[in-house]
């Protein structure tokens, strides 16, 4: 099936061969005092074969997207080990990144070209404010401490300027990195979620702000949370593999193209 963004303001947007637009159907969910607007809800991956997807190195530009995301997943895993909602909160602080550099780069394309850009400015920001919300509802989890918010600023810090240098450089590479980083984030949550069944981790009553946010019941905890994250992560997957493809394949129909 064809998944479509259905973006504010705007027509339709392309993105790829994939099951029913969940995260990119959800429009950013607004602030309204100190509550957050609920987003739809959404009940899941229906076809379990996605979960696993892996798009699998096949040319330079692949395997160096991929050694990327191998340097930054090797420290974490070691600074955190089973800590696994502490290392939620460092994926997340990076995985929020992205999504602002790729639009910033996108929508200054678009203005110095006189074009549009094709819905991804917007796809990309909501990217970003999606990844920001499972940050926010990390630390009501995790509680990090002074040593966890020093290396999360260092991994923040170090990763925008490489992403930033990458995506100037190469948008396509850029892009399948940030694949191959959800990748590695479905993997994890895929874990936390195991680990939350074998009763290794209290399966805890789930943050106000997730419940508000992914629309969940009042009596959601932890392990329908990281269900409902994962789900998140995997559409980032698609949407990011699939931006790679076209910029390569059929540049004309991005922003990137001539």
Same mark, same amino acid.
């Given at each position: 099936?064809?998944?479509?963004?259905?973006?504010? #303001?705007?027509?339709?947007?392309?993105?790829?061969?994939?099951?029913?637009?969940?995260?990119?159907? $959800?429009?950013?969910?607004?602030?309204?005092?100190?509550?957050?607007?609920?987003?739809?809800?959404?009940?899941?991956?229906?076809?379990? #074969?996605?979960?696993?997807?892996?798009?699998?190195?096949?040319?330079?530009?692949?395997?160096?997207?991929?050694?990327?995301?191998?340097?930054?997943?090797?420290?974490?895993?070691?600074?955190?080990?089973?800590?696994?909602?502490?290392?939620?909160?460092?994926?997340?602080?990076?995985?929020?990144?992205?999504?602002?550099?790729?639009?910033?780069?996108? #929508?200054?394309?678009?203005?110095?070209?006189? $074009? #549009?850009?094709?819905?991804?400015?917007?796809?990309?920001?909501?990217?970003?404010?999606?990844?920001?919300?499972?940050?926010?509802?990390?630390?009501?989890?995790?509680? =990090?401490?002074?040593?966890?918010?020093?290396?999360?600023?260092?991994?923040?810090?170090?990763?925008?300027?490489?992403?930033?240098?990458?995506?100037?450089?190469?948008?396509?590479?850029?892009?399948?990195?940030?694949?191959?980083?959800?990748?590695?984030?479905?993997?994890?949550?895929?874990?936390?979620?195991?680990?939350?069944?074998?009763?290794?981790?209290?399966?805890?009553?789930? =943050?106000?702000?997730?419940?508000?946010?992914?629309?969940?019941?009042?009596?959601?905890?932890?392990?329908?949370?990281?269900?409902?994250?994962?789900?998140?992560?995997?559409?980032? $997957?698609?949407?990011? !593999?699939?931006?790679?493809?076209?910029?390569?394949?059929?540049?004309?129909?991005?922003? !990137?193209? =001539?």
């Amino acid at each position: 099936m064809i998944s479509r963004f259905i973006l504010p #303001h705007s027509k339709s947007v392309f993105i790829g061969t994939s099951h029913a637009s969940t995260f990119g159907s $959800r429009l950013l969910s607004l602030w309204k005092g100190n509550e957050l607007e609920p987003i739809p809800a959404f009940g899941g991956y229906k076809n379990e #074969h996605v979960l696993d997807l892996h798009r699998q190195p096949a040319s330079i530009r692949d395997k160096i997207a991929k050694a990327m995301v191998t340097m930054f997943k090797v420290p974490t895993d070691w600074f955190f080990g089973k800590r696994l909602a502490h290392r939620a909160v460092v994926i997340e602080t990076v995985a929020a990144v992205p999504g602002l550099v790729g639009g910033l780069f996108v #929508h200054l394309k678009s203005l110095r070209r006189i $074009r #549009h850009d094709h819905g991804w400015t917007n796809t990309l920001l909501q990217e970003a404010e999606n990844e920001k919300l499972h940050l926010m509802t990390f630390r009501e989890i995790a509680k =990090p401490n002074i040593v966890d918010k020093l290396f999360i600023r260092a991994a923040q810090i170090s990763f925008f300027g490489i992403y930033t240098m990458v995506y100037a450089i190469s948008p396509a590479t850029a892009h399948r990195m940030i694949g191959y980083i959800e990748e590695e984030a479905i993997h994890s949550y895929s874990h936390f979620i195991r680990e939350v069944e074998a009763g290794n981790i209290p399966n805890v009553p789930a =943050p106000k702000i997730a419940i508000q946010y992914w629309n969940l019941d009042e009596k959601a905890k932890l392990k329908d949370l990281l269900f409902a994250i994962r789900d998140d992560e995997m559409e980032h $997957r698609d949407v990011n !593999h699939n931006f790679a493809d076209q910029i390569l394949n059929n540049p004309s129909s991005t922003p !990137h193209g =001539p």
